[in-house]
């Protein structure tokens, strides 16, 4: 097996185990078989299982005094579930290197076959975005003089008004806007950039910071295909969501009920 140190490994089959595609095998040291190397995925599984710190090869190492890293129920389901969508932001401006430390967490998220097919294309500048609002609001102002079918799921005429009493409907003043994007042709890009979009939204607020799904602008991409080109996005891609971040403007103080969960125990 490519990267293993044989002065250390113990043969104890952990990462025989481990493996999610059955592609190692215990011979008298684990090995991939050469025919089989193609299958792997680079998921790292093996390294992160080996108690003995054997397998190499890939960029991570393991974390000094990870055994003793926890975190509890009650701080996990306390960070999920203060976890808001920001709608209202300051004028603090969002870093490019704080942008990349976020990224450097939002890597991990997990993709099928460990694909990481997702892309980004970051527009951190406040009039970059309100530009994308008003090419946005032009397509609006168009559709709303028609018959189109969007006028029944979205208030093109309220948001319209909106738009020209300063407001914006559409990307809330946001000061930077993220767009997850992926090869048209890949067929699991989409569900692998919502689980990143996940990351991302989860992870902002240990930065202090937060964001909101941008729907309103995603239905227009998918509408009006000009907006791609508007948000940078590469001509072989396709856009999976657009998402706001920034710093709140204000700070929320309690966790609003939710509904139970509809579940059948089987």
Known sequence: MKDLNTDICIKCGSCVRECPMNLIQMNDLPEIPKAAEAFCCQCGHCLAICPEGAIGGFRESKIEGNEKFTITPEEMGSHMKLRRSIRHYSDQPVTRETMEEIFEIVRYAPSAANGQPVEWTV????????????????????????????????????????????????????PCLVVAHAHSENNMAFTDGIIALTHLDLA?????????????LNIACNQHPPLKDVLGVPE???VIYPFMVGYPKYQHQRIPERNQPKIRWE
Do not use: H, Y
């Open 123 to 174: 527009i951190n500048d406040p009039d970059k975005v309100n530009q994308i609002s008003s090419r946005t609001m032009e397509w609006m102002n168009e559709v709303s003089k028609g018959d189109s079918p969007i006028k029944d799921i979205m208030p093109l005429d309220s948001m319209i008004e909106s738009w020209e009493n300063g407001m914006d409907p559409i990307l809330r003043k946001a």
């Open 204 to 216: 902002l607020p240990s930065f202090g910071m937060g964001g909101c799904w941008a729907s309103i």
């Open 236 to 238: 072989k891609n396709t």
